[in-house]
T-cell receptor
Framework: GAVVSQHPSRVICKSGTSVKIECRSL??????MFWYRQFPKQSLMLMAT?????????EQGVEKDKFLINHASLTLSTLTVTSAHPEDSSFYIC??????????????FGPGTRLLVL | KQEVTQIPAALSVPEGENLVLNCSFT??????LQWFRQDPGKGLTSLLL?????REQTSGRLNASLDKSSGRSTLYIAASQPGDSATYLC???????????FGKGTTLSVSS
């Protein structure tokens, strides 16, 4: 089946620093990747939709200047949390939609990245 | 705006019991519905995907049903095992190619 990886799996950083999270589709091409965030005991909430070669679309309440998304290729999207603060500590999960080889509507999820900002 | 609700929030059962997890959604015009499993601190494992034209899907001991008109889905787990302990998430896709809308999940604990 289709595999999506995320790197790093866990990161601890100091307040004010920037953190980059990578999301890769390993064995398929994905024109669309989604970034979700999950706070403890809460559901996954969509942050932004990332389309290859174009600007990301952000959900209401998500600061695009703080959460920079780059989808430079059909297999890689990155999320950069700029000037991270403790309230940004969360579990970040990406998903990718296949171009072929499965139902178009199937999203494949990465394993997630745990961010802790001190 | 689509909202997804899961009841109960938590459930504890002894090993061997059959159980039902519930999911409801406010807008019945969905494209598909998916059930996931999430272990503590881990990512998502897709369990079952039901297209809007389907009424149910089965995989092993799992059976998911969909009633679009009433805005409900159920996940039936037969002969539960301790290894089934996890959080089960229901997610709705409103349109093809769009992000999923998740419920908060039901945390299941199966005791041996």
């Amino acid at each position: 089946g289709a595999v999506v990886s995320q790197h790093p799996s866990r990161v601890i950083c100091k307040s004010g620093t920037s953190v980059k999270i990578e999301c890769r589709s390993l064995d398929f091409q994905a024109t669309t990747m989604f970034w979700y965030r999950q706070f403890p005991k809460q559901s996954l909430m969509l942050m932004a939709t990332s389309n290859e070669g174009s600007k990301a679309t952000y959900e209401q309440g998500v600061e695009k200047d703080k959460f920079l998304i780059n989808h430079a290729s059909l297999t890689l999207s990155t999320l950069t949390v700029t000037s991270a603060h403790p309230e940004d500590s969360s579990f970040y999960i990406c998903s990718a939609m296949t171009l072929a080889g499965g139902p178009m509507e199937t999203q494949y999820f990465g394993p997630g990245t745990r961010l802790l900002v001190l | 705006k689509q909202e997804v609700t899961q009841i109960p929030a938590a459930l504890s059962v002894p090993e061997g019991e059959n159980l039902v997890l519930n999911c409801s959604f406010t807008d019945s015009a969905i494209y598909n519905l998916q059930w996931f499993r999430q272990d503590p601190g881990k990512g998502l494992t897709s369990l079952l995907l039901i297209q809007s034209s389907q009424r149910e899907q089965t995989s092993g001991r799992l059976n998911a049903s969909l009633d679009k008109s009433s805005g409900r889905s159920t996940l039936y787990i037969a002969a539960s095992q301790p290894g089934d302990s996890a959080t089960y998430l229901c997610a709705v896709g409103n349109m093809a190619g769009t992000a999923l809308i998740f419920g908060k999940g039901t945390t299941l604990s199966v005791s041996s």
